[in-house]
């Protein structure tokens, strides 16, 4: 089985937003996306290939994996040096329930979820923004995990305009 690089990943997803101060990346990359997925034209269950992620697939990915990062960082904030498993996205997505949902709902349970990780990430000190831990082997910064949430949401933002909406 092929084994990823996270490291380079998180990476990656940093410096996609490395010139935005964290809670200003989370704002607006939101907005962003509200925006282009209020206005989407196609399906929520388009692929724009066989064996790739529906558009209402792609935001449920989203929420998965907001959700286990900020989970990631309230339990680095708060001290806890256990070393955190890693999940695999694409089973989580074979199980989250898409197709059996409207955009718009789904629209409603990210925008909730990104309200709380801002709520999160503002109740943070610099402290606690400076703590790390290790997840799926990997050391993270709790400010680090913030900019990784708002990178890879951009990164696939940017996938859905120009794969999914040929924008």
């Not at 996306?33 to 929520?44: A, F, L, Q």
Request: proline share 1%.
């Amino acid at each position: 089985m092929l084994k990823h690089n996270f490291d380079e990943y998180f990476q990656y997803y940093e410096k996609l937003v490395e010139n935005m101060k964290l809670l200003d990346a989370l704002v607006v990359i939101n907005e962003r996306t509200k925006t282009i997925v209020d206005n989407i034209e196609v399906s929520g269950d388009y692929k724009y290939a066989h064996n790739k992620w529906s558009v209402k697939q792609l935001l449920c990915h989203l929420i998965d994996a907001e959700r286990i990062f900020c989970n990631r960082a309230l339990r680095f904030a708060r001290n806890d040096n256990t070393d955190l498993p890693g999940y695999n996205h694409d089973e989580y997505v074979q199980f989250d329930n898409s197709s059996n949902r409207t955009v718009s709902d789904i629209l409603t349970e990210y925008q909730s979820v990104r309200h709380s990780s801002i709520c999160l990430f503002q109740s943070f000190t610099d402290d606690m923004l400076s703590k790390s831990g290790m997840a799926n082997g990997n050391l993270l910064s709790v400010k680090s995990i913030g900019k990784i949430i708002a990178g890879h949401e951009k990164h696939h933002i940017n996938i859905l305009t120009e794969k999914y909406l040929n924008q």
